[in-house]
């Protein structure tokens, strides 16, 4: 018998395509300085980050996290930040955006993104993505631990 989120196929329980899920976010850590050695602030001071997530596609819209006041590190309290999320959207393409929140505008620190989720991800266990520096996409690097939690 499989869990309500889940369905029997060929023997074996598998997340059911249609089951609503919470992408939760629990901590992001994000690198001391920018891709090419620079500061976040003028100044030298930490950013100010910002998580946006995107479900389905690299182009659906985001849903982001309040940001974050001059830190390197933000413990979530548990909050899910993409609710009510189809579980085969979330198989398909999960993507999560770091941004410096400036007074005029959001800063890119970095992008990384699964494809073709495996279903052992929606045990709810804690995921950890490590989004490396890379100075050709200007990614500045950042470690995020999220998981799912049914809906």
Not at 12 to 34: F, G, K, M, Q, Y
Not at 42 to 69: F, L
């Amino acid at each position: 018998m499989c869990d309500p989120a889940f369905v029997c196929s060929s023997g074996s329980c598998r997340v059911d395509p249609a089951s609503r899920w919470n992408v939760v976010l629990e901590h992001l850590e994000v690198e001391s300085t920018a891709y090419n050695g620079a500061a976040w602030d003028i100044g030298g001071g930490a950013p100010d980050p910002v998580v946006g997530i995107r479900v389905g596609s690299d182009e659906a819209s985001e849903q982001r996290t309040a940001g974050a006041d001059d830190v390197f590190t933000v413990d979530y309290d548990g909050g899910a930040t993409a609710t009510n999320q189809r579980a085969d959207d979330i198989q398909t393409y999960l993507g999560f955006l770091v941004y410096d929140e400036d007074v005029t505008d959001y800063e890119f620190i970095g992008w990384c993104s699964y494809q073709d989720i495996d279903d052992a991800v929606f045990n709810e266990d804690t995921q950890t993505l490590v989004c490396p520096v890379d100075e050709t996409t200007r990614n500045s690097g950042f470690t995020l631990t999220w998981h799912l939690e049914r809906y």
